[in-house]
């Protein structure tokens, strides 16, 4: 008989239609070849990761009194005392003082991406549609292509704000073609962006609150904050849309993680969801899933969350991350990126920085300048991967994240004699 491996294997639609992500690709680029420098995978700083404070905390932990509870399995929806912390987290921040939600209203997940996957499944069937920015997160994308799900970018004006009375004419095109219907959720990344940077206005927030309640069917928002606690100067003024009266009643997901604030393998992200009909739906699905992200990572980042040393852990690697962004900024300056016609901004948060080509030039995967770069010995992700409709395709995302200082100025170096010595398409 054949070996049973070589028959035919009957997948699911979904499993026939998995393809490798383009994040597992430039991850695994990134850690097998140590000679590769990748301002590409949206990684923390190894060395500014809390090595210290962690091993003080699990010590703290395993001494508490009934420490071993922490090595139990925990509630499905995450530890109470971590999601009280949660609700204590976002009324820190300036005009959440009031925030309606408490506990039972957080969802603690396997980092926020699960969440993300599952406030899209609850919501959509293949064919849906969801309104993302332009640019938007990567990997939502893929999210939304592995459920066959349809990405559709929200119209926006030059600069990346909202573009209302185009979102206003897309909403009425949708309806006069019997699609509205299969619009499901709007996805907003809101505090320096993965990829563009921004940090969405209050002002557009509150004016998709207003134009959302002018629909006659309750349109959930899920807004992303992944980079939220990132900020260098003042944390940004705008009110999530939890916090927002323009969105009371109207079902919205605020989604952050800890994985970039503090310990990016612990994989610990929430979510909070004051429409406790929709985050039963999540609970449900995570039931189905994995009943319940690792108590015991929670229960480390409850204690330092409780006791100050988050906020103190924060304030130290915030600074280390502006530095990072400014001297990779610098070097791609040096090297004579600017004088080449790219164009970016320093952002006052996050890792990451958003840089445009000129117009002709082209960053894919297939493109001469990636081959370039790959030869040159660095690594970026291609722009093009971030907008719903695959283009434009002169933009790249390069993180500052995970390089040593040294590291980035060489990467920069490389990646600017690759720019400097590409074709054109
Ligand atoms: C915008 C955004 N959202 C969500 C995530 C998911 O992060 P995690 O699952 O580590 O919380 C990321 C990770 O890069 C991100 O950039």
């Not at 993302?132 to 970018?153: A, I, M, N, W």
């Not at 992200?269 to 189905?288: I, R």
């Not at 988050?310 to 600074?319: G, N, V």
């Not at 960053?363 to 283009?391: K, M, N, Q, W």
Request: hydrophobic share 40%.
């Amino acid at each position: 008989m054949e070996p049973s491996v070589l028959k035919p294997l009957r997948y699911s639609t979904l499993g026939g239609q998995l393809t490798d992500p383009a994040i597992v690709h430039l991850m695994a680029n990134a850690l097998s070849n140590p000679d590769l420098l990748s301002l590409a995978a949206g990684f923390t700083d190894n060395l500014a990761l809390p090595l210290d404070l962690v091993k003080e905390v699990v010590a703290e932990v395993a001494a508490r009194p009934g420490g071993s509870e922490t090595l139990q399995y925990g509630m499905n929806s995450g530890r109470p005392g971590l999601r009280r912390e949660v609700v204590r987290l976002l009324r820190e921040f300036p005009g959440e003082e009031s925030l309606q939600c408490d506990e039972n209203s957080v969802l603690i997940t396997n980092g926020s991406q699960q969440a993300l996957y599952m406030a899209t499944q609850v919501l959509c069937d293949p064919g849906d549609i969801v309104l993302v920015e332009k640019p938007t997160y990567f990997v939502y994308l893929e999210v939304l292509k592995g459920l066959g799900v349809r990405p559709v970018s929200l119209p926006s004006l030059p600069g990346g704000r909202i573009d209302f009375e185009g979102l206003r004419k897309l909403i009425d095109r949708l309806g006069d073609s019997d699609e509205l219907k299969r619009l499901k959720a709007v996805y907003l990344v809101s505090y320096h962006a993965n990829p563009s940077t921004r940090c969405i206005p209050e002002e557009d927030k509150k004016n998709l609150g207003n134009l959302l309640r002018t629909l006659d069917f309750a349109l959930p928002v899920i807004e992303d904050a992944a980079y939220r606690d990132l900020y260098f100067g003042e944390s940004h003024p705008a009110r999530s849309i939890i916090g927002l009266p323009e969105f009371a009643g109207l079902p919205g997901i605020y989604s952050g993680t800890f994985t970039k604030p503090f310990s990016t393998g612990m994989k610990v992200g929430y979510t909070c969801c004051p429409n406790l009909d929709l985050l039963g739906k999540m609970l449900n699905l995570k039931g189905q899933q994995d009943f319940g992200t690792a108590n015991f990572t929670q229960a480390i980042i409850e204690t330092v969350l409780a006791d100050g040393r988050y906020a103190q852990y924060l304030r130290k690697i915030r600074p280390h991350y502006a530095r990072k962004l400014h001297i990779l900024s610098d070097a791609l300056e040096e090297a004579g990126l600017r004088q080449l016609g790219w164009t970016w901004d320093v952002p006052d948060g996050g890792f990451l920085l958003w840089v445009r080509a000129p117009d002709e030039f082209d960053t894919r995967f297939d493109a001469p300048f990636y081959h370039a770069c790959i030869a040159d010995g660095v690594l970026y992700v291609p722009g093009d991967l971030c907008f719903a409709e695959g283009s434009p395709y002169n933009f790249v995302r390069l993180s500052a994240g995970v390089l040593s200082n040294e590291r980035l100025v060489e990467a920069a170096k490389r990646f600017a004699s690759a720019a400097r010595h590409s074709e054109t398409i």
